[in-house]
């Protein structure tokens, strides 16, 4: 049986990154992404993954379309044996936390904890019925601001404890079932989404506020998940990897 991973959030960014990485190890992918099958996003990315991928619309806030979907992929590349949590949104606004809208704040929540939570449900459940093997496994990106405090963009970082949080159960529920499940917590990394605040965080990142006094690239993210999805660290079920430079290490 080949290997299918679903990469949500693929088509850009550290989702492209992983999936160009499975693609290389002989992963057929399906990605997703809320914009149209034109955007040039999409367009690159395909080209960049090969004929074994394919795209498939979906905004993650929409759960009722979520079975449609997983039946889509299915009936055009087979069974998903490997599922990415990686398509998130950032706070709309950032500023004083205390000024927080209901709309901003249920905005990311339904995406990144609500539409992520159903997406991976239907997904487990579909996994449950299947043979196991291939080696089956599901991993959640989340992000440094799991742990760290930002007060100027607090749904965030309470979408990403959350998240956090929702790797662990999905860990223990399905431990007995032989499928991995994993954490892989980014810190500060380079992609369209941290370009704004790049001139603020370089000084401070070669300054040591991370001690590799780097960015964090999506390749060393994907270099990260993908010993998870192969099965070498079965056993490792329910870690949390940091992909950080030491960022999250506590410092005297």
């Not at 999409?42 to 379309?65: C, K, M, P, W």
């Not at 449900?121 to 440094?144: D, H, N």
Request: charged content about 20%.
């Amino acid at each position: 049986m080949s290997r299918l991973a679903l990469v949500t959030g693929g088509q850009r960014g550290i989702g492209l990154g992983i999936a160009r990485s499975l693609a290389a190890d002989g992963f057929r992918l399906a990605i997703t992404a809320e914009v149209a099958p034109d955007h040039p996003d999409v367009t690159a990315a395909l080209g960049d993954l090969g004929e074994g991928a394919s795209y498939h619309r979906h905004d993650q806030r929409n759960i009722a379309d979520i079975d449609t979907l997983l039946e889509r992929i299915e009936a055009d590349a087979g069974p998903i044996t490997t599922f990415v949590a990686n398509a998130g949104v950032p706070a709309r606004i950032r500023g004083d936390m205390l000024d927080i809208t209901h709309e901003d704040y249920a905005f990311v929540q339904d995406v990144n904890v609500k539409g992520a939570f159903f997406l991976a449900q239907s997904v487990a459940r579909r996994m449950l019925g299947r043979p196991a093997e291939p080696y089956r496994s599901m991993v959640f990106i989340t992000s440094a601001s799991a742990h760290l405090v930002s007060v100027d963009r607090a749904e965030y970082c309470i979408s990403k404890a959350a998240a956090s949080m929702m790797a662990q159960l999905f860990a223990v529920r399905l431990a007995g079932e032989g499928i991995g499940v994993f954490e892989v917590r980014p810190g500060i990394i380079e992609t369209q989404m941290t370009r704004p605040v790049a001139g603020a965080y370089t000084p401070r990142i070669e300054g040591g506020l991370v001690p590799a006094k780097r960015w964090g690239t999506v390749e060393d993210v994907a270099a990260a998940v993908l010993p998870l999805v192969t099965g070498q660290m079965a056993f490792s079920q329910g870690a949390i990897i940091p992909v950080d430079g030491a960022l999250l290490t506590p410092r005297l």
